[in-house]
């Protein structure tokens, strides 16, 4: 059973363009949302992360949107470079009381070309 | 750098070995956490320990197991190896369960 649904698992964007990755949860609990991005032959890194109780997150060029009634959240990667070229995993954990290990997506590829 | 230490960084054993895995989280936190990538599975949770004691349960071969010790290393010991059990080990270190948690650069397993 897959808590946390990615999609797509791999997106080629234009330098410029915006890149879109979206994830799907399963447990309502969940309060906890980040996005990691991971470099090749490193270990995933931070990258934003949000909670229910606000609609939208900004930092820099990066934004995740988050839609409670849909149980859906997103990134977007505006402005795409080719140094954003990285695999993205969206995760969703219980914070708090009776919280739990961060549940990850499987991941999209994303590489931003000239 | 995340804080967390991983070693070693490569190794290559033969199928039916046993191998051990060693993590030192950052410097404070509590929770060391396991997991498994994959190319078609992604990140797996495996295992959470916090300070010296399993916390939280994932999907965990029987094979496999862990320790956190009373510094706070942990280490992930994987027995009976067979060739599916090839993959990217990461260990992870967190202050508070549930958020935030800090990536190691990982352990590649190689089973032949």
């Known amino acids: 059973q897959q808590q946390v649904k990615q999609s797509p698992q791999s997106l080629i964007v234009q330098k410029g363009g915006i890149s879109i990755i979206n994830c799907a949860y399963e447990?309502?609990?969940?309060?906890?949302f980040p996005w990691y991005q991971q470099f090749p032959g490193k270990g995933p890194a931070l990258l934003i992360a949000?909670?229910?109780?606000?609609s939208e997150k900004k930092e820099g060029r990066f934004t995740i949107s988050f839609n409670k009634s849909a149980k859906q959240f997103s990134l977007h990667i505006m402005d795409s470079q080719p140094g954003d070229s990285a695999t993205y995993f969206c995760?969703?954990?219980?914070?708090?009381?009776?919280?739990?290990?961060?549940?990850f997506g499987k991941g999209t590829r994303l590489s931003v070309i000239a | 750098d995340s804080g967390v230490t991983q070693t070693p960084k490569h190794l290559i054993t033969a199928t039916g070995q046993r191998v051990t895995l060693r993590c030192s989280p950052r410097?404070?936190?509590?929770?060391v956490y396991w997991y498994q990538q994959s190319l078609d599975q992604g990140l797996q949770f495996l295992i959470q320990?916090?300070?010296?004691?399993?916390?939280a349960k994932g999907n965990i071969l029987e094979r496999f197991s862990a320790q956190q010790f009373p510094d706070l290393h942990s280490e992930l010991n994987l027995s009976s190896l067979e060739l599916g059990d090839s993959a990217l080990y990461f260990c992870?270190?967190?202050?508070?369960?549930?958020?935030?948690?800090?990536f190691g650069e990982g352990s590649w397993l190689t089973v032949v």
């Open positions: 995760a969703a954990s219980i914070s708090g009381e009776g919280n739990t290990p961060l549940v």
């Open positions: 320990y916090y300070n010296g004691e399993e916390r």
């Open positions: 949000i909670r229910p109780d606000v």
């Open positions: 992870a270190s967190s202050e508070i369960s549930g958020n935030t948690i800090y």
């Open positions: 410097s404070g936190d509590l929770s």
């Open positions: 447990n309502t609990a969940f309060d906890y």
